[in-house]
Protein backbone atom coordinates (compact mmCIF):
# COMPACT_ATOMS: atom_id res chain seq x y z
CA UNK A 1 0.00 0.00 0.00
CA UNK A 2 2.93 2.36 0.70
CA UNK A 3 4.75 1.99 -2.09
CA UNK A 4 1.27 2.28 -4.19
CA UNK A 5 0.80 5.79 -2.31
CA UNK A 6 4.58 7.09 -3.14
CA UNK A 7 3.99 5.77 -6.74
CA UNK A 8 0.68 7.60 -6.79
CA UNK A 9 2.26 10.69 -5.42
CA UNK A 10 5.07 10.49 -7.68
CA UNK A 11 2.67 10.35 -10.57
CA UNK A 12 0.80 13.27 -9.15
CA UNK A 13 3.93 15.14 -9.22
CA UNK A 14 4.74 14.49 -12.37
CA UNK A 15 1.24 15.25 -13.78
CA UNK A 16 1.68 18.36 -11.68
CA UNK A 17 4.67 19.59 -13.34
CA UNK A 18 3.04 18.31 -17.01
CA UNK A 19 0.28 20.52 -16.55
CA UNK A 20 2.34 23.54 -15.60
CA UNK A 21 4.22 23.17 -18.72
CA UNK A 22 0.83 22.92 -20.63
CA UNK A 23 -0.03 25.78 -19.40
CA UNK A 24 3.02 27.96 -20.00
CA UNK A 25 2.77 26.53 -23.33
CA UNK A 26 -1.27 27.74 -24.06
CA UNK A 27 0.28 31.12 -22.59
CA UNK A 28 3.04 31.62 -24.67
CA UNK A 29 0.09 30.13 -28.16
CA UNK A 30 -2.27 32.98 -27.09
CA UNK A 31 0.53 35.67 -27.15
CA UNK A 32 1.23 34.14 -30.27
CA UNK A 33 -1.46 34.27 -31.69
CA UNK A 34 -2.32 37.66 -30.52
CA UNK A 35 1.16 38.95 -32.31
CA UNK A 36 -0.44 36.80 -35.33
CA UNK A 37 -3.80 38.67 -35.49
CA UNK A 38 -1.86 41.99 -35.15
CA UNK A 39 0.47 41.28 -38.00
CA UNK A 40 -2.37 39.93 -40.09
CA UNK A 41 -4.33 43.18 -39.36
CA UNK A 42 -0.98 45.37 -40.54
CA UNK A 43 -0.24 43.06 -43.31
CA UNK A 44 -3.72 43.84 -45.18
CA UNK A 45 -3.29 47.34 -44.30
CA UNK A 46 0.02 46.93 -46.23
CA UNK A 47 -1.18 45.35 -48.74
CA UNK A 48 -4.05 48.45 -49.29
CA UNK A 49 -1.40 50.58 -49.49
CA UNK A 50 1.30 48.86 -51.69
CA UNK A 51 -1.34 48.19 -54.34
CA UNK A 52 -1.07 51.95 -55.13
CA UNK A 53 2.48 52.42 -55.24
CA UNK A 54 3.17 49.44 -57.30
CA UNK A 55 0.67 50.66 -59.58
CA UNK A 56 2.65 53.84 -60.03
CA UNK A 57 5.54 52.22 -60.03
CA UNK A 58 4.37 50.44 -63.03
CA UNK A 59 2.72 53.44 -65.03
CA UNK A 60 6.49 55.30 -64.57
CA UNK A 61 8.06 52.15 -65.89
CA UNK A 62 6.00 52.00 -68.83
CA UNK A 63 5.99 56.20 -69.55
CA UNK A 64 10.34 55.52 -68.73
CA UNK A 65 10.54 53.37 -71.52
CA UNK A 66 8.74 54.76 -74.11
CA UNK A 67 10.88 57.84 -73.30
CA UNK A 68 13.75 56.51 -73.10
CA UNK A 69 16.47 54.69 -75.51
CA UNK A 70 14.37 52.44 -77.78
CA UNK A 71 16.47 49.42 -77.63
CA UNK A 72 14.53 46.04 -77.14
CA UNK A 73 10.93 47.83 -77.51
CA UNK A 74 9.24 45.05 -78.01
CA UNK A 75 10.83 42.53 -74.69
CA UNK A 76 10.50 45.91 -72.55
CA UNK A 77 6.90 47.33 -73.72
CA UNK A 78 5.76 42.94 -73.03
CA UNK A 79 7.41 43.70 -69.81
CA UNK A 80 5.32 46.54 -68.33
CA UNK A 81 1.99 45.06 -70.46
CA UNK A 82 2.84 41.29 -68.42
CA UNK A 83 2.64 43.86 -64.99
CA UNK A 84 -0.31 45.45 -66.00
CA UNK A 85 -1.88 42.07 -66.58
CA UNK A 86 -0.70 40.43 -62.96
CA UNK A 87 -1.79 43.44 -60.46
CA UNK A 88 -5.23 41.77 -62.05
CA UNK A 89 -4.93 38.66 -61.51
CA UNK A 90 -6.69 37.18 -57.81
CA UNK A 91 -4.42 34.01 -57.55
CA UNK A 92 -0.74 35.70 -57.22
CA UNK A 93 0.03 37.69 -53.50
CA UNK A 94 0.76 41.24 -53.59
CA UNK A 95 4.28 40.21 -52.33
CA UNK A 96 4.68 38.16 -55.86
CA UNK A 97 3.67 40.93 -57.41
CA UNK A 98 5.77 43.06 -55.61
CA UNK A 99 8.74 41.31 -56.31
CA UNK A 100 8.29 41.34 -60.31
CA UNK A 101 8.02 44.62 -60.68
CA UNK A 102 11.18 45.28 -58.45
CA UNK A 103 12.30 42.34 -60.98
CA UNK A 104 11.45 44.65 -63.97
CA UNK A 105 13.40 47.41 -62.51
CA UNK A 106 16.49 45.86 -61.67
CA UNK A 107 16.13 44.51 -65.21
CA UNK A 108 15.95 48.22 -66.44
CA UNK A 109 18.88 49.42 -64.29
CA UNK A 110 20.68 46.83 -65.77
CA UNK A 111 20.81 48.32 -69.29
CA UNK A 112 22.42 51.19 -68.01
CA UNK A 113 25.96 49.63 -67.28
CA UNK A 114 25.78 46.55 -69.60
CA UNK A 115 26.97 46.49 -73.64
CA UNK A 116 24.88 44.14 -75.86
CA UNK A 117 24.57 43.45 -79.37
CA UNK A 118 20.98 42.25 -81.17
CA UNK A 119 19.62 41.72 -84.78
CA UNK A 120 16.72 43.30 -85.88
CA UNK A 121 15.41 44.92 -88.33
CA UNK A 122 14.64 48.90 -89.12
CA UNK A 123 12.85 50.98 -92.02
CA UNK A 124 16.10 53.09 -93.50
CA UNK A 125 15.47 55.53 -96.19
CA UNK A 126 12.47 53.33 -96.88
CA UNK A 127 14.18 50.22 -96.98
CA UNK A 128 13.47 47.49 -94.48
CA UNK A 129 16.92 46.49 -93.47
CA UNK A 130 17.93 43.75 -91.29
CA UNK A 131 20.73 45.23 -88.84
CA UNK A 132 23.04 44.77 -85.99
CA UNK A 133 22.13 46.52 -83.00
CA UNK A 134 24.75 47.99 -80.39
CA UNK A 135 23.63 48.91 -76.89
CA UNK A 136 25.90 50.63 -74.57
CA UNK A 137 24.42 51.70 -71.94
CA UNK A 138 21.97 54.42 -72.33
CA UNK A 139 24.51 56.89 -73.66
CA UNK A 140 24.86 54.85 -77.28
CA UNK A 141 22.79 53.44 -79.23
CA UNK A 142 23.54 52.34 -83.07
CA UNK A 143 22.94 50.09 -85.60
CA UNK A 144 25.31 48.78 -88.70
CA UNK A 145 23.90 46.68 -91.45
CA UNK A 146 25.02 43.24 -92.07
CA UNK A 147 27.85 44.51 -95.04
CA UNK A 148 28.64 47.34 -93.14
CA UNK A 149 27.82 49.89 -95.15
CA UNK A 150 25.05 51.39 -93.89
CA UNK A 151 25.37 52.93 -90.24
CA UNK A 152 23.28 54.98 -87.92
CA UNK A 153 23.39 56.56 -84.19
CA UNK A 154 20.04 57.34 -82.24
CA UNK A 155 19.90 61.17 -80.78
CA UNK A 156 17.85 60.81 -77.67
CA UNK A 157 17.54 65.11 -77.94
CA UNK A 158 15.80 64.91 -81.43
CA UNK A 159 14.42 61.03 -80.87
CA UNK A 160 15.26 60.28 -84.29
CA UNK A 161 18.62 58.15 -86.30
CA UNK A 162 21.23 59.92 -87.65
CA UNK A 163 23.59 58.93 -90.12
CA UNK A 164 27.37 57.39 -88.76
CA UNK A 165 28.60 56.43 -91.84
CA UNK A 166 31.81 58.23 -90.28
CA UNK A 167 32.47 55.83 -87.36
CA UNK A 168 31.53 52.84 -89.56
CA UNK A 169 34.67 51.01 -88.52
CA UNK A 170 34.70 51.82 -84.75
CA UNK A 171 30.78 50.78 -84.39
CA UNK A 172 31.88 47.80 -86.09
CA UNK A 173 34.79 46.97 -83.69
CA UNK A 174 32.51 47.73 -81.02
CA UNK A 175 30.05 45.24 -82.48
CA UNK A 176 32.73 42.71 -82.07
CA UNK A 177 33.40 43.48 -78.59
CA UNK A 178 29.37 43.18 -77.76
CA UNK A 179 30.13 39.55 -79.36
CA UNK A 180 32.94 38.58 -77.61
CA UNK A 181 34.75 38.26 -81.16
CA UNK A 182 37.65 40.26 -79.64
CA UNK A 183 38.85 41.14 -76.13
CA UNK A 184 37.72 44.89 -74.96
CA UNK A 185 39.13 47.85 -76.01
CA UNK A 186 38.99 51.45 -76.60
CA UNK A 187 36.66 52.07 -78.95
CA UNK A 188 35.36 55.98 -79.81
CA UNK A 189 31.77 55.96 -80.51
CA UNK A 190 29.39 59.22 -80.85
CA UNK A 191 27.39 59.53 -77.58
CA UNK A 192 24.50 61.89 -76.46
CA UNK A 193 26.04 64.31 -74.16
CA UNK A 194 24.44 65.57 -70.89
CA UNK A 195 22.30 68.66 -70.83
CA UNK A 196 23.51 71.45 -68.34
CA UNK A 197 20.44 72.06 -66.42
Known amino acids: MED ?20 LQIENQARVKVDLEKSIIV ?22 VQLDVPFLMDERTKR ?8 QREDVTVAEKFRK ?12 KTIETYKDTLD ?17 FLYQSVDGQVS ?11 DASNNRNEIKAGL ?19 EAI
Open 4 to 23: KYRAALKEINGLEIYNQLLE
Open 43 to 64: ASQINRQIVPVMTQMIESLDQF
Open 80 to 87: VDFLEELM
Open 101 to 112: VTEAYQIENDYG
Open 124 to 140: VDGKTLELDFLRIGRIS
Open 152 to 162: GVWNQKSRSWQ
Open 176 to 194: RIAKKQVAPDLVILPVDSA
